[in-house]
């Protein structure tokens, strides 16, 4: 009588995916709060060993306290986010249809291409003595620098979009008929879109970066202003709430757009 000799079962790939536990990773929002204690801790340490004066977190919070009691830090707060904010809107909103027209067509960039590389040489900062005499001492001069900082970042990064976009999918999308018009539109606004949202996140730390320049032009609030004035009385604790403050809400404005990013560039891959 035959006897059926069946071979050895082998553990095959599959099966050896499934018995080994699957991987774990420690969520970003722990890392960066991790990131913020070990922050702290390394400013009380220093603090504690007297580094030139460094206020330590107890001082700053103290004195974070006092401002947000009696509303200047309200006030200076909702002064400078409405530089920020307009001078900001303004600029990327200009960016965005001058990036295009320089990628799109060759003759204006020729035609803009020349100053915006010449601005872009030029540290926005610079130009606060000439906006002084042009614009007079207002909020003007202020949400000007602003918006050349925003607009120099925002237009380059469109620009470099527009020429990215693959040649292919254009020439693909001209086979299938369809004209300038609806390339630019379905092929060339939704490639370009990523490079966009990151020249206005860039744009929007250029304008945050120059707001404390932009409000020593005769300001009389706003979060620079305050940490000029308490320079000159070496209130180190306010100086360092007004930074505090700044990089808080420039970080809650970056995340809003980083999330927005993310939204409309869902079909991006990612890691």
Known sequence: MPIDVQPPRTRGPETTRAASPPRRHV?????NVLAVVFGLGIWTVLARVGVSGLPGPQAVAVRFGELAADGTLLDDSLASLRRVL????????????????????????????PYVQFFRTIPPLAVIPLAILLMGIGETPKIFVIFLAAFLSCVVSTFQGVVSVDSTMINAARVLGANDAVVFRRVVVPASTPFILVGMRVGLGAAWATLVA????????????????????????????????????GLIMDRLLLATEKRLTGWQERR
Not at 86 to 113: C, H, K, N, Q
Not at 214 to 243: C, K, N, T, W
């Open 86 to 113: 307009i001078g900001f809107a303004l600029g990327s909103a200009l960016a965005v249809p001058v990036g295009f027209l320089m990628g799109w067509y060759r003759t204006a960039r020729g035609l803009i291409e």
């Open 214 to 249: 932009a409000e020593l032009i005769a300001a009389q609030e706003g979060l620079g202003y305050r940490m000029q004035q308490a320079q000159i009385y070496y209130d180190l604790p306010s100086i360092f709430v007004g930074l505090i403050t700044i990089g808080v809400l």
């Open 27 to 31: 969520p970003l929002p722990v890392w």
